[in-house]
């Protein structure tokens, strides 16, 4: 179905059952992205489409509400409200990260512009987020200096994370294997989905509700932060084995 022949005057309950439908592969997928963002995109998917918005101009909207996220967190005096704010932002941000795919499988399939474009935004927010809390608790005066790595050690590590995921399909799609976002057929595990949690963006975007209290916001950031760079060793073996077992 084309974007000329939608049925643009259907229910939005209809919408929401053929966007479920049309759902990329959750292999690999955190359970947050799995059970909360995704159907969170769902729906804004579908208000966007009974709006008359294009998946770029979601994808325009999500990079905004992102963007003052991150700018708060940079710029903001450190406190619960702005804690508070930071994290609706960017879990709003992250939703529609999410709904503008749908929304381009909706209207027939995306573009390769819309598709690098989403790329570029997501890359962005990846490379600024931690830096931005860097920023903010510098600027605050309650952390000791030395703390101050943890954000920066952040910031390398999500953006390798990032880049190894973007690689590793990339990789699989050019030898002809299937990737983590083709539907399979069968349902992918909850057991690990729940194991991958901490890695999850989405539960990043969670935590900073805590950016009032400065202890216990960097325990628990700091906690992520370990269990990024954890699961990113661990997995790094694991991809270059599979790399190695691609046919040339």
Not at 29 to 56: D, E, I, K, Q
Not at 164 to 185: F, I, K
Request: contains cysteine.
């Amino acid at each position: 179905m084309t974007a000329a022949t939608l049925p643009v005057d259907e229910s939005l309950g209809a919408t929401l059952q053929r966007l479920a439908g049309a759902q990329k592969g959750a292999a690999g997928a955190p359970a947050y992205s799995r059970f909360v963002n995704r159907r969170l995109g769902r729906l804004l998917a579908a208000l966007a489409f009974h709006a008359g918005l294009t998946p770029n101009a979601v994808t325009g909207v999500s990079a905004l509400f992102t963007g003052t996220g991150i700018a708060l967190l940079a710029l903001a005096p450190l406190s619960w409200t702005t804690g508070i704010a930071v994290a609706a932002c960017l879990v709003l941000g992250y939703a529609l990260d999410a709904a503008d795919g749908q929304l381009a499988r909706l209207r027939g399939g995306g573009s390769p512009a819309g598709e690098w474009l989403d790329h570029m935004v997501d890359a962005l927010k990846i490379a600024s987020l931690h830096i931005a809390v860097l920023i903010g608790l510098h600027r605050s005066g309650v952390v000791e200096e030395g703390l101050l790595l943890v954000p920066l050690g952040f910031s390398v590590v999500a953006t390798v994370l990032f880049f190894a995921t973007l690689l590793n399909e990339a990789m699989r799609a050019q030898h002809g294997v299937v990737t983590r976002s083709q539907p399979t057929g069968y349902r992918p595990s909850v057991v690990r989905s729940l194991i991958v949690l901490p890695t999850d963006y989405g539960l990043l975007c969670c935590v900073f509700i805590l950016f009032g209290a400065p202890t216990l916001f960097l325990s628990v950031y700091a906690l992520l932060f370990f269990a990024v760079a954890a699961f990113l060793a661990l997995a790094s073996v694991t991809w270059f084995r599979e790399m190695k077992r691609l046919p040339r």
